[in-house]
């Protein structure tokens, strides 16, 4: 069973950063993608960035020039460095991993940026 680990989130003020992580475990199937997605009060869930295992990247509108994911194969780890936060990027952060077979989500971890 594949598990993900998430951790980073917390308060900052705008225009100050924050570094998410999450690791995967349990992971039988190759990665196709590993990636955040996001979700405000109200919202749908959005794209935020993802990642494929050879380092190719999307990324949502919103968040480009200011975020930047990466990732470690080894570690089966995602990272997410967020910058120049807005109080508009406030919501749940949610750690998203697809494999062939799976398509497995965290549990998410708060963002809260104040203005």
């Known amino acids: 069973q594949v598990q993900l680990v998430e951790s980073g989130g917390g308060l900052v003020q705008a225009g100050g950063s924050l570094r998410l992580s999450c690791t995967a475990s349990g992971i039988i199937f190759s990665i196709n993608f590993m990636g955040w997605y996001r979700q405000a009060p109200g919202k749908q869930r959005e794209l935020v960035a993802r990642?494929?295992?050879?380092?190719?990247?999307n990324y949502g509108d919103s968040v480009k020039g200011r975020f930047t994911i990466s990732r470690d194969n080894a570690k089966n780890t995602v990272y997410l460095q967020m910058n120049s936060l807005k109080p508009e990027d406030t919501a749940v952060y949610y750690c998203?991993?697809?494999?062939?077979?799976?398509?497995?989500w965290g549990l998410g971890t708060q963002v809260t940026v104040s203005s």
């Open positions: 998203n991993v697809v494999t062939s077979k799976q398509n497995s």
């Open positions: 990642i494929t295992t050879g380092g190719s990247t």
